[in-house]
């Protein structure tokens, strides 16, 4: 595998969408759990979403707002991100593991092997 790499965060107004991308080669979904943490400042990093055969999963705070997906063909995890909220302000990164997604009641930063560099995401009015 290759090293994940982010891209796609920016500025934008509350209420405003951004497209984050990922670049995974030699990743797929159907070995891999993919997913997305964020961390904003002076807090610890958090879950964001995760998906693994196509099934995805999302906590709460992206839960109607956010959509993650995955293209085996061109090894790219996206998140799209609807309707943010100057709460949503933070580093956003790519993550993997080997395997399907587990502890998903309290996902962990310990339980993901690969992570990219990340990419900001600013909401700011």
């Known amino acids: 595998q290759g090293p994940l790499s982010e891209s796609g965060g920016g500025s934008v107004q509350p209420g405003g969408s951004l497209s984050l991308s990922c670049a995974a080669p030699?990743?797929?979904?159907?070995?891999?759990?993919m997913g997305w943490f964020r961390q904003a400042p002076g807090k610890e990093r958090e879950a964001v979403a995760f998906?693994?055969?196509?099934?995805?999963w999302y906590n709460a705070p992206a839960m109607g707002r956010f959509t993650i997906a995955q293209n085996n063909a061109k090894n790219t995890l996206y998140l799209q991100l609807n309707k943010l909220k100057e709460d949503d302000t933070a580093m956003y990164y790519c993550?993997?593991?080997?395997?399907?997604?587990?502890?998903?009641?309290?996902?962990?930063?310990?339980?993901?092997?690969?992570w990219g560099q990340g990419t900001q995401v600013t909401v700011s009015s």
């Open positions: 998906i693994h055969t196509g099934s995805p």
């Open positions: 993550v993997a593991v080997a395997g399907y997604c587990h502890n998903l009641r309290n996902p962990q930063v310990s339980d993901f092997t690969y």
């Open positions: 030699g990743y797929d979904d159907s070995n891999y759990c």
